[in-house]
C-alpha cells in the first residue's frame, strides 16, 4: 500500500516557522524520523519513506498555500494514489493550539490550500489532519496572524505536538483513518 502525505505551506524563508507552514513542519519530522530526505521535483519537495511495510510518499507543494491542489493532483495522479490514501496535514484557526483533529473528509472552512485541493482534485474525499492554530487575533487581523511566528510559550508545545502529529500520520498508515480517529480524537 502506498500513502500521499501532504504537507501544507508557504515555500521561502520569510514563510519558515510560521503557523501557516506547521503542515511542512510535521511533513519534516516525518520524512526525518524515517531517515528521509526531501528532493525538489515537479510543483512539489519530494520525500519517499516507509513505514511497516508501507510507503508512504511526503510532499510539501512549491506551489504556494493558494495552488496546494495543482500539486496534489499532479502527485496523485503521478503515483496512482487513490484519495482515500490521502492525508492533508493543515493548520486550522477554529481549534485551539495543542488540539489534533483527523477528518474523513469535510469542507475547506475557507482554508485557501484545502480550497484549491477540492477544485483540482474533484472534491473532499480526502482525509485531513488538522493541526489547532487558535484563533487568537484581532477582527481584520487573520492574514499576519496565520503568516506570523508562533509566540514563545506556543514554541515550547510545538515539538511535543509535532510528535503526536507524525504518530498520527502513521496510525492512518498502518490502521486506516477511522481507527485513527478513534484512538487520537478526544
Known amino acids: 500500500m502506498k500513502y500521499l502525505i501532504v504537507g501544507l505551506g508557504n515555500i521561502g524563508p520569510e514563510y519558515v516557522d510560521t503557523r501557516h507552514n ?14 528521509g530526505s526531501f528532493e525538489l521535483l515537479k510543483l512539489a519537495y519530494y520525500a519517499e519513506v516507509s513505514f511497516k511495510g508501507k510507503k508512504l510518499h511526503v510532499i510539501k507543494p512549491s506551489t504556494y498555500m493558494n495552488l496546494s491542489g495543482k500539486a496534489v493532483n499532479y502527485w496523485m495522479k503521478e503515483l496512482k494514489v487513490a484519495p482515500e490514501n490521502v492525508l492533508v496535514l493543515v493548520d486550522d484557526l477554529a481549534l485551539p493550539l495543542g488540539k489534533l483533529r483527523m ?24 482525509a485531513r489532519l488538522r493541526f489547532g492554530i487558535s484563533d487568537n487575533f484581532r477582527k481584520g487581523q487573520q492574514a499576519e496572524y496565520v503568516l506570523g511566528r508562533f ?9 511535543t505536538l509535532i510528535n503526536k502529529a507524525v504518530t498520527m500520520i502513521k496510525s492512518f498508515a498502518t490502521i486506516g483513518a477511522a481507527q485513527t480517529m478513534t484512538l487520537y480524537n478526544k
Open 22 to 35: 506547521i503542515g511542512f513542519n510535521i511533513a519534516d519530522k516525518l520524512v526525518e524520523e524515517q531517515d
Open 103 to 126: 477528518k474523513l473528509q469535510g469542507s475547506s472552512a475557507g482554508h485557501n490550500g484545502l480550497k484549491s485541493i477540492e477544485e483540482l482534485c474533484g472534491g473532499q474525499n480526502y
Open 151 to 159: 509566540d514563545k510559550d506556543e514554541q515550547k508545545e510545538l515539538p
